[in-house]
């Protein structure tokens, strides 16, 4: 029986190459598992800067509107202290209230109307007497229209007033034009009279040249002859201008200023200042006393302002003449203008009173060329009115309407007594 070989050395073998190789492997995997050493490599952090934005529109339009608009002008301040004007104090006692009873047609419901009237009567022989309350709160006036205005032909509202809309720049209602006051003391007045404190500005109320500005009004002839001096005007300035009225010539006179800002012979175009109201004068109160002069330049040549002076808008102007039983205008009669519809007195005024003090057999202050009135009230808001009189202590009334820019006229008369009719069969008879 054959001999069996010994395989188990070989098997052992085997086995030990098998785990030698396994180990072996196992480590190579091992290191190629862990790899390289990492490295660290610090670098500067730069701080991010963010992404700009665009501008929005609106930032882009205003800058362009700023780039393009007209820098503000920066006005030279004075650097001395200002003094405001002030005007003397009025006496309490002089307010004249005026009820209802006393205005002929007032309603019974009409509020008293305040008559604020001078506090001394004028210094006799003297030319012009002025009058002036104080201002104290004023507000803007209606603003007037734009001259020179004809919307009715017979118009002339050529001239601008010459104190501004925050100022009176209307005459006393209590001392008008041709009146001689309240209480027929004073002398007739030939102008309109704005009370305002010293300073206020006085304008030119048209273009024209300057012929007179100086203290004590002198009217010269060509010669050098002094014809008129009317010293009680004290600064004074007149305005010879550049149009006329039917080939007269126009002037216009501003008086009692405390300052003159223009010179004889100067250029001035209307609303130029030409200077600043005041006391200077005979006056019992700081004002501006305006006057228009038609045809020369003369004291008795003058011409109711109300009738030559722009209106305010909305407003008109009622003139008209006073007529007495023997057919004549009637001097002196008391006007009383009075709302239809509320029944209320809205202005008053008087006719003119007719002198003569330079004995040339006329009067010195002058109806208008066109209305021949004797009487004439301005800045009459529009609407229907009645303009009331007495003549002879009879009531006369008649009713009007009032529209913007114009000049409504009326003529108040007593009626004319009516003719009995005879009848036919007493005529037979």
Do not use: C
């Not at 004809?150 to 050529?158: A, I, M």
């Not at 010293?198 to 002198?218: D, K, L, M, Q, Y």
């Not at 009637?330 to 029944?343: E, F, M, Q, V, W």
């Not at 009007?400 to 009995?420: K, N, R, S």
């Amino acid at each position: 029986m054959p001999l069996k070989k010994n395989t188990q050395p070989r098997n052992l073998q085997g086995i030990a190459l098998i785990l030698v190789l396994a180990i072996a492997v196992g480590l190579l995997l091992m290191r190629q598992g862990q790899g390289a050493p990492a490295l660290t490599v610090s670098l500067p952090v730069a701080q991010a800067s963010p992404t700009p934005q665009p501008p929005s529109w609106q930032d882009v339009l205003q800058q362009q509107v700023l780039a393009n608009a007209t820098p503000v002008p920066q006005p030279l301040l004075p650097t001395d202290d200002h003094t405001p004007p002030t005007l003397a104090p009025i006496n309490p006692a002089a307010p004249v209230i005026l009820e209802p009873g006393q205005l002929e047609g007032a309603a019974a419901t009409t509020a008293p109307l305040a008559l604020t009237t001078r506090q001394e009567a004028a210094a006799p022989g003297s030319l012009e007497v002025v009058s002036a309350a104080g201002r104290g709160e004023v507000s803007w006036q209606p603003p007037p229209m734009i001259g020179p205005i004809s919307v009715d032909p017979r118009d002339h509202y050529w001239f601008a007033r010459p104190v501004d809309s925050d100022a009176v720049n209307y005459g006393l209602f209590y001392y008008s034009f041709g009146s001689d006051g309240p209480d027929d003391l004073w002398r007739v007045h030939h102008g309109l009279d704005m009370p305002n404190p010293i300073g206020e500005s006085v304008r030119a109320a048209g273009p024209g040249t300057v012929v007179w500005a100086a203290n004590g009004f002198r009217v010269e002839q060509p010669d050098g002859t002094v014809t008129e001096t009317t010293y009680s005007y004290g600064n004074t300035v007149l305005i010879e201008h550049d149009f006329g009225y039917r080939g007269m010539r126009l002037f216009t006179l501003y008086a009692h200023l405390s300052s003159i800002l223009v010179t004889r012979g100067q250029r001035v175009e209307t609303g130029d200042i030409i200077g600043l109201v005041g006391d200077t004068g005979v006056v019992t109160g700081s004002h501006v006393h305006f006057e228009v002069r038609l045809g020369q330049n003369s004291y008795y040549a003058v011409h109711n302002p109300i009738l030559w002076m722009v209106p305010y808008a909305g407003h008109g102007t009622i003139a008209g003449r006073v007529i007495g039983p023997d057919g004549d205008v009637l001097d002196d009669a008391d006007i009383s203008i009075i709302d239809r519809a509320t029944g209320r007195v809205v202005r008053t005024g008087a006719a003119y009173v007719r002198q003569d003090i330079n004995r040339d057999h006329k009067p010195d202050i002058n109806f208008d060329p066109v209305w021949n009135e004797n009487f004439a009230v301005g800045d009459i808001p529009e609407g229907r009115y009645q303009v009331v009189t007495r003549i002879d202590g009879v009531r006369v009334s008649r009713t009007v309407d009032v529209h913007e820019g114009t000049t409504t006229f009326v003529e108040l008369a007593l009626p004319h007594e009516a003719t009995p009719e005879v009848p036919p069969q007493a005529e037979a008879s």
